[in-house]
T-cell receptor, first 115, second 113 residues
């Protein structure tokens, strides 16, 4: 099973709202990622968690706050977003150690619209 | 740093035509190479991969060969179908740990009946 699930599928929020995106995988992967994808562009890396610890933060504004409660779950907390933050938010996971291609498996994404 | 260059398109072909999408890369060390496909309104799906020189990845009739001498990983399919219409991303991974992928800009493929 190579499934990564994300909820919600769609989210509309105002600039003063607080919301959270959720991601889950049960492949035993120990690295999880958040990407942001604008229309007609490739995904841009936001955060990387390795063994539930934040290992990469690609200079993302503080209005995005990631959380990794356990090895299967990844959250992205949103607060005071701007309209330009509207995008598809993708979660991905991969094996952390050992030999291998380090391929990442992506979820279906959350389509976020900020009004 | 790492980079991936691919034709952006859109690439428009007729059904049953031969497909080639070019991808070249720059990377430190010996990267692993991937093709991902994204159908409208969906996330990215891993299409195929190759981990070392001369490896050929294949899946669903698509193939790509890791060419170290030309730093290329071109995607090919002998006979495309309308259902192959999507955006295709070439990507590489060269980190030693839990790092992100480096993506090309994506190629929008349109197959006409």
């Amino acid at each position: 099973d190579t499934e990564v699930t994300q909820t919600p599928k769609h989210l509309v929020m105002g600039m003063t709202n607080k919301k959270s995106l959720k991601c889950e995988q049960h492949m035993g992967h120990r690295a999880m990622y958040w990407y942001k994808q604008k229309a007609k562009k490739p995904p841009e890396l936001m955060f990387v968690y390795s063994y539930e610890k934040l290992s990469i933060n690609e200079s993302v504004p503080s209005r995005f706050s990631p959380e990794c409660p356990n090895s299967s779950l990844l959250n992205l907390h949103l607060h005071a977003l701007q309209p330009e933050d509207s995008a598809l938010y993708l979660c991905a996971s991969s094996q952390r150690w050992g030999q291998g291609a380090r391929e990442q498996y992506f979820g279906p994404g959350t389509r976020l619209t900020v009004t | 740093g790492n980079s991936v260059t691919q034709m952006e398109g859109p690439v428009t072909l007729s059904e049953e035509a031969f497909l080639t999408i070019n991808c070249t890369y720059t990377a430190t060390g010996y990267p692993s190479l991937f093709w991902y496909v994204q159908y409208p309104g969906e996330g990215l799906q891993l299409l195929l991969k190759a981990t070392k020189a001369d490896d050929k990845g294949s899946n669903k009739g698509f193939e790509a060969t890791y060419r170290k001498e030309t730093t290329s990983f071109h995607l090919e399919k002998g006979s495309v179908q309308v259902s192959d219409s999507a955006v295709y991303f070439c990507a590489l991974y060269s980190g030693g740990g839990a790092d992100g992928l480096t993506f090309g800009k994506g190629t929008h493929l349109i197959i006409q009946p």
